[in-house]
């Protein structure tokens, strides 16, 4: 819908992208920079525990867990 010609679509589209990214302790720049985190990311998603499952894909990234504001 990103590229949908109605602004409105288009404006849905990006606020509801944004929200899965907060969702998943995402930015922007990380889907543009690291596509590879992303795509680890994303394939964790079978994990039933959310907590488990940004557990998991912060070790796989081997960086810190990151701190929930």
Same mark, same amino acid.
């Given at each position: 819908? !990103? ?11 990006? #606020?509801?992208?944004?929200?899965? #990214?907060?969702?998943?302790? !995402? ?10 985190? #992303?795509?680890?990311?994303?394939? !964790? ?7 488990a499952r940004a557990q998991r894909f912060w070790k796989t990234r081997g960086a810190p867990v990151r701190a929930r504001?």
């Open positions: 819908m !990103l590229a949908s010609p109605n602004d409105g679509e288009r404006a849905a589209a990006a #606020l509801k992208a944004s929200e899965m #990214l907060k969702a998943a302790d !995402l930015t922007w720049h990380d889907v543009i920079k690291d596509t590879k985190a #992303l795509n680890d990311h994303l394939a !964790l998603g079978s994990a039933d525990d959310e907590e504001a």
